[in-house]
Every structure is written in structure tokens, then in C-alpha cells.
């Protein structure tokens, strides 16, 4: 991705499962992006909760994204 940059990459969990968690930022047509995603396995499924939001609208992306990861329930 143009102007990858990685802001985070590390072990988790989520509900006490082993997760991993990946935040990068990248610029896509001239606009400024970051990037979220949270990974784990449950009941022999990969499940990977992602959201990609431009810079300037941040709070409300990681609000939005933090009622998908509190209400997400594994299958």
C-alpha cells in the first residue's frame, strides 16, 4: 500500500481468547487512511473484525468500531 506505516502490531485477546491486533495508516488517491484489524480463532473458525476510515472522521470510526467489537459474537 502506498505509504504503509505501521502503528501497531501485537498479541491480545478478546474475550479471553489469544488475538492479534494490527493498526497501520496508508494514503490511498491522496487521502490519508488508517486501518484496524483484530484477529482470532474460535471454535476452529478465523474470524478477523477489520474497519478502514479516513484520518479526519477517527473518533467516530473507533466508536463504531468498538460497539462491532463489543456486540460481535463468534459463530
Known amino acids: 500500500m502506498p ?9 491480545t485477546t478478546f474475550r479471553g481468547r ?4 494490527w493498526e497501520y495508516a496508508f494514503t ?5 487512511w488508517r486501518a484496524r484489524q ?3 480463532t474460535s471454535g476452529g473458525k478465523a474470524y478477523q473484525l477489520n ?6 472522521v477517527r473518533a467516530a470510526a ?3 468500531y468498538a460497539d462491532l467489537t ?3 459474537e463468534p459463530l
Do not use: C, H, K, M
Open 3 to 11: 505509504g504503509y506505516r505501521r502503528i501497531r502490531l501485537e498479541r
Open 18 to 21: 489469544p488475538a492479534v491486533v
Open 28 to 32: 490511498q488517491d491522496g487521502t490519508q
Open 38 to 40: 483484530l484477529g482470532f
Open 51 to 56: 474497519i478502514w476510515y479516513a484520518a479526519q
Open 62 to 64: 473507533l466508536r463504531n
Open 70 to 72: 463489543e456486540s460481535f
